[in-house]
Every structure is written in structure tokens, then in C-alpha cells.
């Protein structure tokens, strides 16, 4: 018998434990589109200052300055029409959002979160940015996958 080759694919599920409000947590944002070209990767968790109108651009974390309690936190959940692991974001246009993003009421699992930031973050910086998730109700879900006994 040969072998085959198994893709494994990104899914909403491996990402996203439970909407605690029935999809309600999901909102439209504009993702501010990262380097030309350069795709938002399946966990990119984004922020932007709290109490920003709801078009106010969201960037993508990649520096410990951007861990602070002044600003609110959300993770990208596709683009402009729904679930999509890793894309492009289109420019922002005035009226338009490019992408959809989890914002509160949620559980996440962690690896493909911890995938994207922990290493840009460091181990101090990565443990702070879960807590203000937490603390937004993005409750993020402690992967133990590389725990050895």
C-alpha cells in the first residue's frame, strides 16, 4: 500500500474554542496590511488605542511596545467576508473593512497564537498580551503540546 501525503489545514477550530456569544464576539475591522504583499498569519493578534471609532485601523502586534493596558486587543479571524487562515488584506477603503477580527467573549487556543508572537514578544512581554486579552474576555487557552514529564 503507498503512502500519502496528508496536508494538514488551517481551521476556524484550531484557533477558536467557543463565540461564548453566539458569534456576536466577531466584529469588522481594517487591519492596517502589513509589508506589500505580505500575508496576515493564521493567530496574528492586533491592536489598536482603546476607544477608537470602529474604522480605526488595527496593526498587527510585533513589538513589546505594543503590549499596554491602553490599548484593546483582537485577533484576526479572516477577511472582509468571513473565516480565511492566511491572507492578504485588500487597502483600507473609506466605508469598506478588510478583514473580521474576535474581539471579546471568547475562548482561543494558544499554538497558533503563541506561533505568531512569542518569539517577536519574548516570554514576558507574551504572558502580559495573554492577560489584557483576558482581561478583554479573550480568554486565551494555555497550550501545554511541548510539556515533557
Known sequence: ??????????????????????????DDANITPPAAGAAIPFGTVVFRAKGLAKAAPWAAVSAAADVDDANEYAVVF????????????????????????????????????????????????YDVLKQLMADQGLIVLDDDSELTI
Do not use: W
Not at 503512502?3 to 456576536?24: G, W, Y
Not at 473593512?97 to 514578544?121: M, P
Open 1 to 26: 500500500m503507498a503512502f500519502t501525503n496528508i496536508t494538514l489545514l488551517k481551521r476556524a477550530s484550531d484557533l477558536v474554542v467557543a463565540h461564548l456569544d453566539h458569534n456576536f464576539s466577531n
Open 78 to 125: 479572516g477577511d472582509g467576508y468571513g473565516f480565511k487562515a492566511d491572507f492578504v488584506p485588500k487597502a483600507i477603503v473609506a466605508g469598506r473593512y478588510n478583514a473580521v477580527v474576535v474581539k471579546r467573549d471568547a475562548g482561543l487556543k494558544e499554538y497558533y497564537i503563541r506561533e505568531v508572537h512569542a518569539t517577536a514578544l519574548g516570554a514576558a512581554s
